[in-house]
């Protein structure tokens, strides 16, 4: 990190690198890695990947600003009973709703929470199933759609699909930008430490 100047932080750039993206080359950047994000609880931002489409950080998932919109997996028996997919029914509960919204594998369940949404990825048939690659993006065809449809511009998440799910950082990540590609909307994805062989996400806790 740059020293401190007069009493006063220098100013840090809010993006570290592009990945994935059409230009020929990202901007050169000063010989600070990893930058910090400015945001009103500060986490490290690790790469832009694609056109600005998913920007992933590390932090914490529920440090996100209030008026970012949440997506994690669930199964569709809605147990919500292990890693984020508990912190979620810890912090937001109404199981009963997402159960009363009978959505099928590949579908997403949705909670209004003040002035966001809470967007339940219905991606396995039990909690102890593992999903595939291909009822993830039918669920995050489904998320595009639902996000356009109530002009969100922000949607928060862990590494969906990954640690106790199964499924690659690396398919999922290729998922995410194939999906919301030409999407106004921009995806911030969390991990509690980069340092870990790749990532130790939120959702590396889940089921």
């Known amino acids: 990190m740059p020293e401190q ?61 209030p008026s970012t919109s949440l997506a994690h997996c669930i199964s569709r028996d809605c147990k919500l009973g292990k890693g984020v997919a508990k912190l979620f029914r810890h912090k937001f509960g109404r199981v009963a709703e997402l159960e009363e919204q009978h959505v099928p594998v590949g579908g997403v369940a949705v909670l209004r929470e003040g002035n966001r949404f809470i967007y339940n990825l219905v991606t396995k048939e039990k909690y102890y199933d593992k999903p595939s690659i291909h009822t993830l993006k039918a669920s995050l065809e489904e998320l595009r759609r ?41 995806l911030e994805v969390f991990t509690l430490d980069a340092s870990a062989p790749g990532g130790q996400s939120c959702e590396g806790m889940s089921g």
């Open 5 to 65: 100047e007069s009493g006063k932080d220098k100013e840090v750039p809010e993006v570290i690198v592009k990945l994935g993206c059409r230009h020929p080359r990202p901007p050169e950047l000063p010989g600070h890695t990893p930058l910090v994000v400015s945001h009103a609880t500060q986490f490290q931002m690790l790469a832009i990947v694609g056109e600005d489409v998913v920007v992933e950080v590390v932090g914490d998932l529920f440090s996100a600003s």
């Open 146 to 186: 639902k996000v356009e449809e109530s002009g969100v511009e922000r949607v928060a998440m862990p590494r969906i699909g990954c640690g106790l799910d199964k499924l690659r950082w690396e398919d999922v990540r290729k998922l995410l930008v194939e999906v919301f590609t030409g999407s106004s909307a921009t």
